[in-house]
């Protein structure tokens, strides 16, 4: 029997490769990007540990060359997912009374695979499947993948090893059990780190899953799945079920057994989810947990105390590293009339200079944004601005779809505060820039704080500490993660939990302990040693 108590220590985060010439992480990661863009992968779903084909598929193709095939997939069946619903209630059975330590164990291998025998692996497929250059594919699906892995299992211990108050009299315990149901896990394309954890993190604390991934990532999602496979994840503890949406919602959500929604993508779905969830609160179990971080339109504040140079590049990287498609991404700024001149100068400057195309060249900095859909609705919105007398094309505005779906990094300078693009989640490589009077910066912060009904990340920059304390306690609800000095992205495990509030999430904080108690399911327990034996009371005698 295992009763050894055991922390895992506070673990360091996973060292980012540098990808240089010559060096032989960059050989590897070469040499697998040729290999998958000659191989064309066959993904079936997994259900119960076991590959299964509905005759359903959907290509993948590579979004900067969508003459690339990388893959074909299988599409879940309502059949399919309520076999999938039964092999996580099985599987929980045993995964929940597993020991803590030895499900910790199996995702800490996962992570060690993929930090040194699949590294290669994972951020190729990512990169060709999701169009990101190396560096970002490094940080995501590589760094941030295992840095949740590691750090969950740390924050895992610290939450069992809370304990109430005993005494010679009675024994009291706190026993953090798994939820009572199956954990339906919705996740994203833009990041493959998330689409584990959304997962993993339920996972971790005695959950089963069904997982539905964005269709525009199954391929790296896929090899992740393998992985954990390979790891030693029992069979049914996650279920694969790549296909549509409203397949799998229909019968998810309708479930008994329905226990909880981990969920990372548009505002509107969540939303959606919300209303069916309430309409079918009378058939549930148990009352579901909801844990969403949805959109976002993120702000970069400026004070006229700001360094110019500092404030361009985070403008330049914020709003458009891996396409502006992060969560985080600048997409809309606030500067200073005394500054905008030289800020203008820098950031086309920077811009001019920006390489933008197939992820297999690694001077590009940027590639293409996912799908022709958002392709599409991008440049309706710089169309639009093309031609709307408030608005100015400072740099960029052009697409062009015929190979990939490239669209250039693009600043938009407007007069109107509430211009479409100063609160409309966009998702692209667009930001939009209001210039303000000097005097007028207390009034601007308020602009800030409510044009957008989205809080999920946004920063200030100023040297006049007086300024940014004002910007911090006028934006207190406007991000649910700030950022002083600095760009809105880049949010590090067990450095920055990660989530917003308002209309871009519950906030429950992705990459630390805050978001591993919402899958667990406290029970408290009072044994006492020698109970009394007749009602009455001292005082009564």
């Known amino acids: 029997m295992n009763n050894l108590l055991f922390n895992f220590p506070n673990p360091e ?34 259900i119960d540990g076991k590959p299964v084909e509905t005759g359903v598929t959907k290509e993948i193709r590579c979004p900067h060359d969508r003459n690339q095939l990388l893959a074909v997939y299988q599409c879940a069946t309502t059949e399919t997912v309520k076999q999938a619903i039964d092999a996580a209630l099985k599987a929980k059975i045993e995964w ?16 060690e695979l993929i930090s040194k025998k699949y590294r290669a692996k994972v951020n190729a ?47 009291n315990y706190n026993e953090y059990r798994a939820l009572e149901g199956f954990v339906y896990a919705i996740t994203p394309f833009n990041f493959t780190s998330i689409a584990s954890n959304l997962n993993m993190s ?10 539905k991934p964005a269709s525009t990532a199954v391929l790296s999602n896929y090899i992740i799945a393998q992985i954990y496979i390979e790891a ?42 919300w209303k069916i969830m309430a309409n079918n609160i009378d058939k549930y179990a148990t009352y579901p947990r909801i844990v969403g971080e949805t959109g976002g339109k993120d702000f970069i504040f400026v004070h006229n105390s700001a360094n110019p140079i500092e404030v361009a590049t985070a403008i330049v990287r914020g709003a458009f590293e891996y396409q502006g498609q992060k969560c985080s991404a600048a997409s809309r700024a606030y500067i200073p009339q005394s500054l905008w001149k030289e800020i203008r100068k820098e950031i086309e400057r920077q811009v001019s200079n920006i390489k933008m195309g197939d992820v ?36 960029g505005g052009n697409g062009d779809k015929t190979k990939g779906f490239f669209i250039e990094p693009t600043v938009i ?16 490589p667009v930001i939009t820039v209001y210039v303000y009077d000097d005097n007028k910066y207390e009034e601007t912060l308020h602009l800030c704080d409510t044009t957008s009904p989205y809080a999920l990340t946004g920063s200030i920059f100023a040297s006049d500490r007086k300024a940014i304390d004002k ?13 002083i000095n600095d760009k809105p992205t880049g949010a590090t495990v067990g450095w920055q939990p990660f989530g917003g509030g308002r209309a871009s999430g519950t906030n429950d904080k992705a990459g630390s302990s805050l978001n591993l108690y919402r899958w667990i399911n406290t029970r408290s327990i009072k044994e006492t040693f020698v109970p009394p034996t007749y009602f009455d009371y001292p005082y009564m005698r």
């Open 13 to 46: 985060n996973e060292p980012i490769k540098g990808y240089l010439k010559g060096s032989p992480e960059r050989e590897e990661l070469v040499a697998e990007l040729d290999r998958q863009t000659k191989t064309v992968e066959q993904i079936p779903l997994i």
């Open 125 to 171: 497929a990512t990169m060709l499947g999701q169009s990101k250059n190396p560096f970002q594919a490094e940080i995501d699906s590589a760094c941030e993948l295992v840095d949740f892995l590691r750090y969950n299992a740390y924050y895992a211990g610290t939450i069992y090893a809370q304990q109430p108050k005993s005494d010679h009299g009675q024994l």
């Open 360 to 395: 297999k060249d690694f001077s590009n900095l940027m590639n293409a944004v996912i799908d022709e859909a958002s392709f599409d609705k991008i440049m309706k919105y710089v169309n639009e601005a093309k031609t709307d007398k408030d608005c100015e094309i400072v740099c």
């Open 202 to 211: 339920p996972a971790l604390m005695g959950n089963t899953t069904i997982w």
């Open 413 to 428: 300078k407007t007069t109107n505060p509430q211009s479409p693009t100063m609160f409309t989640e966009l998702f692209g």
């Open 471 to 483: 910007a911090f306690n006028c934006l207190r609800y406007a991000s649910g993660n700030f950022y």
């Open 232 to 273: 030693g994840v029992p069979a049914g503890v996650f279920n694969f079920l790549p296909g549509s949406g409203s397949v799998i919602s229909d019968v998810a959500f309708n479930h008994k057994a329905f226990a909880g929604v981990h969920f990372t993508g548009s505002t509107s779905t969540f939303r959606n989810f």
């Open 96 to 111: 929940e009374n597993m020991p803590w330590i030895e499900r910790a164990s199996i995702l800490l291998r996962a992570a």
